[in-house]
């Protein structure tokens, strides 16, 4: 154990002394002074790992005391009393101490203290190593051992549940091993989703997962009730994002429902997002409503007549729900739509897109900043966690917990952090995204890329008759041969979405309700 150095404030330290001794005897480092002044003058000129403070001493108060001490330093403080007192156990937690001790206290609960404050990263990077160990070859043949979405949903939970874990542990190795393991995983989910996905769309038992399409009738409908739907849509959020915020709106709502569908390929906003509020499929979609499709090689937004695709899905279904939509763009917007939250009230399904999350994980590529910001997966999920603690959306959820709503929390696809170069050549028109490409005879590396060769089979459209469509996998990114290294150094390390990985497939679909029903 590290040698520790402890300040006891105490103006009977005389009586303390065997208290002293046991904890030397355990290496640690105790020096002790009788009052506040004293003490404070200490602080000064030293160092200390933790400070214990009696409550009850002449002069300077405890209280007083640690007032002073937290101007100096912000070191951890126990305050220890004889009092039970419920004004001085407020004062003490407002001063922002970070243990309470009722006196007599004996050796042991000042080494429990210790270990608690001090202690706490090496016991729980023990314990959580000791456990990952035990899970590690668990893991290992779960992904030799998966045949069923389902079966992929789990190990991804899994996974990110260890990585949340990890996050906060200052050892990096065990988190290479991890992501390691991730990355295996990546790799047979991207074998997994090429030898199945054709086949679940023509597959007459349903043993496939709840794709974008069905998301609406599905999930979403037989939810609505007597009382107000908001259905919130975060551009690009995946599982991880989802699970680090949960812990916030756990005190505002309960969750009736946490779990996950799977997007469609390709995992981007402009096939995803049209499929949920058209409930269609992108082909169904271009042949039905052709002015509300617009092509990759087209000019112009993909994602411009959501509402009317979704008008259009209710009169199919026989729904006359009254609504909004609203898609929230920047901050002002967003602040706009808190202010509205009584009007909404009267809505029977209220749609609320936000983009910010999309905008985060695009700007990485862009921005030299958010570059280095959001350098990993922990500094991205932090950056998200920032931003919702902080943002309107947050606000807004506050808002309605104090209402009689349901609150379903989704997306369209996830993102995936890029490594590796996968070359492509293809005709002018082909389409520019990097994790999946559409088009005429293209030339790749076929080992890390789905190619079909039919768009049909899978219900995607396509300009020309001989146009495929080809999805990267794991972390594989495209790029063409000219100025290859120069767009390879540039795209490496950033977010990207349109193929295929657990990252952009296995998405979030949370539903909560309100506590004071």
């Excluded at 100096?72 to 039970?84: A, F, H, L």
């Excluded at 030898?195 to 043993?207: E, G, L, R, V």
């Excluded at 570059?371 to 506050?398: C, I, Q, V």
Aim: aromatic share 12%.
């Amino acid at each position: 154990m590290e040698k520790f150095k402890i300040l006891w404030i105490d103006d009977e330290v005389d009586l303390l002394r065997p208290h002293v001794l046991f904890l030397e005897e355990r290496g640690f480092l105790v020096f002790s002074v009788t009052n506040g002044s004293d003490a404070l003058d200490v602080l000064k000129k030293n160092q200390f790992d933790i400070i214990f403070l009696d409550e009850n001493m002449p002069g300077l108060s405890g209280i007083e005391t640690l007032s002073e001490i937290k101007k100096i330093i912000n070191t951890p403080v126990v305050m220890i009393t004889k009092s039970e007192e419920e004004s001085i156990m407020e004062d003490a937690i407002g001063g922002k101490i970070t243990d309470y001790l009722i006196k007599p206290v004996n050796p042991n609960q000042i080494l429990s203290s210790i270990k608690r404050n001090l202690d706490v990263e090496r016991l729980v990077h023990n314990k959580v190593q000791t456990e990952y160990r035990k899970d590690y070859s668990l893991i290992s043949q779960s992904i030799n051992q998966a045949n069923s979405f389902d079966d992929w949903v789990d190990l991804y939970r899994e996974i990110l549940n260890w990585e949340l874990d990890l996050d906060n542990l200052s050892d990096d190795s065990i988190k290479e091993v991890l992501l390691m393991q991730k990355k295996e995983a990546n790799k047979s989910f991207f074998k997994y989703i090429k030898d199945q996905y054709i086949s679940w769309f023509s597959d007459n038992t349903n043993n496939f997962p709840i794709f974008s399409n069905q998301l609406f009738s599905k999930k979403v409908f037989p939810i609505i009730s007597q009382k107000p739907l908001f259905f919130v849509l975060i551009d690009n959020f995946r599982l991880d994002q989802w699970i680090l915020i949960k812990p916030l709106l756990e005190q505002f709502f309960v969750i009736s429902e946490d779990t996950t569908y799977c997007s469609i390929l390709p995992t981007s906003t402009q096939y995803a997002r049209n499929a949920i509020f058209s409930g269609l499929m992108p082909s169904e979609i271009k042949n039905k409503f052709p002015d509300f499709w617009v092509e990759d090689f087209e000019s112009g937004g993909k994602n411009l007549y959501e509402d009317k695709l979704l008008d259009e899905l209710l009169k199919r279904e026989g729904k006359s729900y009254k609504k909004s939509f609203n898609k929230i763009l920047n901050l002002e917007s967003g602040k706009k739509l808190v202010d509205k939250v009584d009007d909404l009230m009267n809505n029977e399904l209220n749609i609320i897109i936000y983009n910010f999350v999309d905008f985060l994980s695009h700007a990485k590529t862009d921005l030299k900043m958010i570059k280095e910001l959001a350098g990993n997966e922990k500094s991205y999920r932090d950056l998200t966690l920032t931003w919702f603690k902080n943002s309107p959306l947050f606000h807004l959820f506050k808002e309605l917990s104090s209402k009689n709503v349901d609150l379903i929390i989704t997306t369209d696809h996830g993102t995936i952090n890029v490594e590796t170069a996968c070359k492509i050549i293809g005709e002018k028109d082909i389409s520019t995204n990097l994790r999946y490409k559409t088009g005429r005879r293209m030339s790749f590396d076929t080992k890390n890329v789905f190619q079909v060769q039919n768009p049909n089979s899978i219900c995607l459209p396509h300009s020309n008759i001989s146009s495929s469509f080809v999805f990267a996998g794991s972390d594989y990114f495209f790029a063409y041969p000219n100025n290859f290294n120069y767009y390879v150094n540039y795209y490496k390390n950033t977010y990207q979405h349109g193929g295929i990985s657990l990252e952009e497939m296995i998405i979030p679909f949370v539903h909560l309700s309100t506590k004071n029903e």
